[in-house]
């Protein structure tokens, strides 16, 4: 059995909503990186060395990464080798075998939130300005409340114009409270204040915005290294998250952003905004290989409801949609 047929057994029965999110979310992607692997197809009859060449260039283009791009044609070289396989017909199945593999490597539950079952529960938001993340705390403040969470958001962006009044028209928009001061006021102030507002009235979820400034890393390392303090002497073992949003359109930029906000406190999760609006979504699996950092959720849309938790199996099948179903449809007819 092909790992198409595999694949759509695993996710037929999941929730069929987000399965096509993720199809629709990754139609850029697919529109150039899948039909590119088509054509790809049809020029070779033989899998040999230049058919792999032109792979690693496609996937580059992709953003895939290179690292993460000379391990995955590795790994396919040996399974040619050792499947004996001598054409490209059914290579893309086995290629997007090799791509859940590298994304898993072998963990699992990763991509779960790390949220208290009977206490508070603190997730860190953190991201330069730009990406998204106001937006993305204001949909998973959304989606913490349709799984019957209580929530409440913390104003920490203080010295960014405008970005107090931002969170405040979100927790407006979904019935959530936010804490807040004065613009100007000491971030880790306002998250002493919000964990004590979030003890009393018993909330479940706290998400905290933080200040993105990239330009002096040493104040940015200073200030969340300030905020991790008291937020870890107000509730012990926190933040339980720091997920880290980042704009997927930036391509290997984000990669460097990431690796800045590494440095600088635990990152434990990726955000990927805007994955719908790029043609590179191959950046998911350059994030996950490169920095060891699990995604966790992905940007499918604007709506509410387009913030989806991330997976691999169905991040494939969005990005090979028409392939598996062609695929599966000629096994039938064969039958």
């Known amino acids: 059995m092909s790992f198409f047929r595999k694949l759509k057994e695993k996710i037929t029965g999941t929730n069929e909503t987000v ?10 992607t697919r529109d150039q990186f899948t039909s590119k692997i088509n054509d790809l197809v049809a020029q070779f009859r033989e899998v040999d060395e230049e058919f792999f060449e032109e792979l690693e260039d496609l996937l580059l283009q992709a953003d895939v990464g290179f690292e993460t791009v000379m391990e995955l044609t590795d790994e396919l070289r040996l399974e040619v080798q050792r499947k004996n ?3 490209t017909e059914g290579i893309q199945s086995v290629i997007s075998e090799k791509l859940v593999e590298i994304y898993k490597a072998g963990e699992d539950d990763e991509g779960e939130l790390n949220l208290q079952e009977d206490d508070l529960s603190v997730i860190l938001m953190v991201g330069v300005n730009g990406v998204g993340k106001t937006t993305t705390i204001g949909k998973l403040a959304a989606r913490f409340q349709k799984e019957g969470k209580t929530v409440m958001l913390a104003a920490g962006d203080t010295f960014r114009a405008g970005a107090i009044d931002q969170l405040v028209v979100w927790g407006e928009r979904t019935g959530v409270e936010v804490i807040r001061q004065s613009e100007g006021s000491d971030p880790a102030a306002v998250m002493y204040d919000a964990i004590r507002a979030a ?16 330009q002096n890393k040493v104040n940015l390392m200073n200030e969340l290294e300030k905020i991790h303090r008291v937020i870890d002497r107000e509730v012990e073992g926190a933040p339980h998250e720091v997920l880290l949003a980042l704009d997927a359109t930036t391509g290997q930029n984000a990669l460097v952003q990431a690796k800045t906000f590494q440095e600088a406190t635990n990152v434990t999760g990726i955000v990927l905004t805007k994955l719908d609006g790029t043609a590179k ?44 179903e062609e695929e599966i449809e000629e096994d039938e007819e064969d039958k």
């Open 281 to 324: 979504g191959g950046i998911v699996l350059a994030i996950r290989n490169q920095l060891n950092i699990p995604v966790k959720f992905v940007g499918l849309g604007e709506g509410v409801d387009d913030l989806q938790p991330f997976d691999p199996e169905k991040y494939v099948y969005g990005l090979f949609a028409e392939g598996l």
């Open 199 to 214: 003890k009393s009235r018993e909330v479940d979820v706290l998400i905290c915005d933080t200040a993105g400034r990239l």
């Open 85 to 87: 396989i001598k054409n």
């Open 19 to 28: 399965t096509e999110k993720f199809k629709e979310g990754l139609s850029k």
